[in-house]
C-alpha cells in the first residue's frame, strides 16, 4: 500500500465509526494534536474520536485538496482540508478545518500514522 492508499484507507476507517478500524492504521508512538487536546496515548486517542462519534452521530470526514509536502521512503507528510457532517442534538452540522497528517513506514512496510493535527477554521 502506498501513502496515499494509507490516507484513504485512515480516512475510510474513520467513516466506520469503529476505533478497532482506525487502531490498525496507527503507528504506537502516534500523537494527536486537536484544537482543543492533545492526544499522545492510543487509549486517549481513542477516547477522543469515540467521544467525537458520538457527538456528532452519522458524522462523514472527508479530506480535500491534499498535498503532499515531504515525502521519502521511510515518511511522508501531508496537509488538507477536512471537512465533517453529520446531527448534533438531532440537527445536521458540518464544518471543517486544516490538518496535518504524517504517515512513517512500520518495519514490515506499512505506512502508519505518527502524528495527526487538526485544527477548526470556524469561530
Known amino acids: 500500500m502506498s501513502y ?49 462519534w458520538n457527538v ?18 521511510h515518511s511522508a507528510t501531508c496537509i488538507y482540508t477536512y471537512h465533517y457532517e453529520g446531527y448534533a442534538n438531532g440537527q445536521f452540522v458540518s464544518g471543517f478545518g486544516r490538518a496535518t497528517n504524517l504517515f512513517v513506514k512500520d518495519n514490515d512496510g506499512n505506512w502508519k500514522i505518527k502524528h495527526e493535527h487538526l485544527s477548526s477554521l470556524q469561530k
Open 56 to 73: 456528532i452521530k452519522e458524522e462523514v470526514y472527508s479530506a480535500i485538496d491534499v498535498q503532499w509536502i515531504s515525502v521519502d521512503e
Open 4 to 52: 496515499e492508499q494509507a490516507l484513504k484507507q485512515y480516512i475510510n476507517a474513520t467513516n466506520t465509526h469503529n476505533f478497532t478500524n482506525v487502531k490498525q492504521l496507527l503507528h504506537e508512538d502516534a500523537v494527536y494534536w486537536f484544537t482543543d487536546k492533545t492526544c499522545e496515548t492510543e487509549e486517549e486517542i481513542q477516547r477522543y474520536f469515540e467521544n467525537a
